[in-house]
């Protein structure tokens, strides 16, 4: 079982949707949380990021985190043809390390 | 401030050949990490580098080996390189006094 697990896709919505993605984790020691966004041939651009469980919220974007289920979410509201793209959840412990554990990505289409 | 900036961002290499890729962090981060990008089996992690010293190693084999510089710079080498090594190689630096992880754009290797 991997220790982070997405659902790869892809997911297709419209224009003005609002998107759920999410991932689960069974690694209780996690205690960042990331999403990223990969365009095409390009590097993951970081979107979010959060410590504790609960909401954040940045523009259109929503992350939460739900460390006693091991969920966490990317809510994207009022959707656009420029967020379709491939959403990364990442995740690592606390202490002396850069390690990050990635899902393997959902890729999202957003049609007009 | 410039972002992670890697260098080559193409490269065509023959088997058993032996590759060098560089990475430049974010002006003032210490922190550097290499990733490793395939369709099959997405971003998986290789190594982290902090004030010239490994500090965390992933699960490849000893062909793939790093270094940092007393800039925070950082380089990576595969030797013999193989079919199976070609991949997107990813670039992530950090401020230690942050959470985040900024990532370049990679260097796309196809090994032929």
């Known amino acids: 079982q991997k220790e982070v697990e997405q659902d790869p896709g892809p997911l297709s919505v419209p224009e003005g949707a609002i998107v759920s993605l999410n991932c689960t984790y069974s690694?209780?020691?996690?205690?960042?949380f990331m999403w990223y966004r990969q365009y095409s041939r390009k590097g993951p651009e970081l979107l979010m990021y959060t410590y504790s469980s609960g909401n954040k919220e940045d523009g259109r974007f929503t992350a939460q985190v739900d460390k006693s289920s091991k969920y966490i979410s990317l809510f994207i509201r009022d959707s656009q043809p420029s967020d379709s793209a491939t959403y990364l959840c990442?995740?690592?412990?606390?202490?002396?390390?850069?390690?990050?554990?990635f899902g393997t990505g959902t890729r999202l289409q957003v049609f007009p | 401030k410039a972002g992670v900036t890697q260098t080559p961002r193409y490269l065509i290499k023959t088997r058993g050949q032996q590759v060098t890729l560089s990475c430049s962090p974010i002006?003032?981060?210490?922190?550097v990490s290499w990733y490793q990008q395939t369709p099959g089996q997405g971003l998986q992690f290789l190594f982290e580098?902090?004030?010239?010293?490994?500090?965390n190693k992933g699960n490849f084999p000893g062909r793939f080996s790093g270094r940092q510089f007393s800039n925070s710079r950082s380089e990576m080498n595969v030797s013999t390189l193989e079919l199976g090594d070609s991949a997107l190689y990813l670039c992530?630096?950090?401020?230690?006094?942050?959470?985040?992880?900024?990532f370049g754009q990679g260097t796309r290797l196809t090994v032929v």
């Open positions: 002006s003032g981060h210490r922190s």
């Open positions: 580098y902090f004030s010239e010293t490994q500090r």
């Open positions: 992530a630096s950090r401020d230690t006094l942050n959470t985040e992880a900024f």
């Open positions: 690694n209780s020691a996690f205690q960042y």
């Open positions: 990442a995740m690592r412990g606390g202490g002396n390390t850069d390690k990050l554990i």
